[in-house]
């Protein structure tokens, strides 16, 4: 009864609060201006000149009013998985029989522009959140703005400031009826314009109650109109305690990208280097030939594939079948020339991927081995369909500068190899290399994934795939076939943290359409392998 009253007290403390302020002061300058703020009771006033129209955002909007928004915020918990229990930012009293678990943790999630908090998505997250709660404490929250997310764009980033506040305010109803010490188990997580929006209720939280939400997870934050805002207008790090960002579809919004490329959390992850997820790309070009009008175009690529491959990343993150592994570096192509390899090796650290990253974080925190001050980018690569999680191999293969090779010439193809393991489990085909090109001799690194997990691999089997051009002599084979002089191959795995080399039976090249099984007892004439960490060159 008590914490009911508190509820509304506060938030009655806050209307009058603010009417107080207007009527006190008799200056016209502090009488809310029609033309630039809108106010809505308890919520507060909502203004549309700078920091909310610049440059980047020329036009600003009011919110819509909370009738028009018509909010909705389902929750779920163990007991109710189906049917959810509707909570409502103007009744309060129902946060105590809802007998949501004071224990927690809390989850909220938020779609983005044209959806709405039923989606398949959100169902998926919801009940894969609830199933890994073993206690049955765990209570999601979907926040349903759909009244509020259609076109046009412009009005859809207003209203997620209103949706923003009021969310806040059923977490602090939530918090004072329940009787919380603070908001360490909540954990918000938005996709999209929703990122931003979880972004405004961690500010509000802070600055109308005093309190921090404990987590935010942006996934994939929109960039149209918060690309180089102020604080205030998008999702960053002062936000909550722990933001975690997602970028999956991060390119300039003219070439097409509508995520966010800047560092805005605590940890930003670049799956696959944060703009074009594997298995994406040929269905969206077709389409951007085919469609001219520009608006059918927007709204298409707002359920585009890349930009949803942040919820379905996180989604798989929450029971990976891997240990989702990512790892700290300067930039994606380091990353993908294997300069970043060794945990904790010159400042590249190790971190899971998604849910599971704030105890990783945390330790090299409290180790102090990052700067807390400066972005924290990671990366990792992943599969082109579920699930995504994949072990990360970087290979070096040698190709050998003997008398044999060097009289054979160079040769055009693309090497894949079969990763095989100790008990006689194997990987998929991978290829090396992205194209065929040209194998000289040369010593070469470069990063593969596979998604099945052989453990330690202990051979390979290695095939040349060569290509016949008309146009180019050096392809053309007549009295040798096709064939190139690799002399080892050296495999290490990121997940297993070990390597092996593997090199052919009786120095033999490897021959187009025939298999060569590469072993570790083969390598017996080498001399002991240095690998300089400067990759020399990029397939
Ligand atoms: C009222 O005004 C004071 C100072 O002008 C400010 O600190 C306070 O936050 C205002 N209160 C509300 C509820 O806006
Ligand atoms: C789950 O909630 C129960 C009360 O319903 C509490 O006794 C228990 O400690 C909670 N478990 C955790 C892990 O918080
Ligand atoms: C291939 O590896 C050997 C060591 O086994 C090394 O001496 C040689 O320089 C490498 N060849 C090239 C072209 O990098
Ligand atoms: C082989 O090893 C892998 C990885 O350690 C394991 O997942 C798999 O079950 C093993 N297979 C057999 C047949 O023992």
Redesign the pocket.
Known sequence: MINITSGIMLNTM?LV??N??NSQ?NSIESQPDIETEKCYGIY?CFSIVEPWVTDNRPISLFPKSPEILKIRYPSFSRHKAKIPYILDTNEPERIKPSRINPAGPFYFISHGYLESGDKLWIEKMTSTLLSLDINANATVISVDWRAGSSPPYVQACANIRLVGTMTAHLIYDIYSNLNLKNLDNFHFIGHSLGAHLGGYAGNVLQT?FGLKLGRITGLDPADPYFNKVANVVRLEKSDAKFVDIVHTDASLFIKGGLGLFESIGHIDYFPNGGSNQPGCNQGMMEYLNAQQGSIFRTLRQFLGCNHIRAYEFFTESISPSCPFLTMQCESYQDFTRGACFKCGEEDHNCLPFGFHSYRGYKRLVESNTIDVSKPLNVFFMTTDRESFCSMHYRITVNISASIESSTHGGDVGRLWMVLISRNGTFSERIPLEEHTGLHKPATQRTLVVSARDIGIPESAKVEWEYETNLLNPLTWRILMSPRVYVAWIHIESLEHRSGITVCPPQESPVIVNTPSYFQQHHCRNLSPIKISTKSRFVF
């Open positions: 806050l609060l603010r107080q302020n002061d507060g109308d």
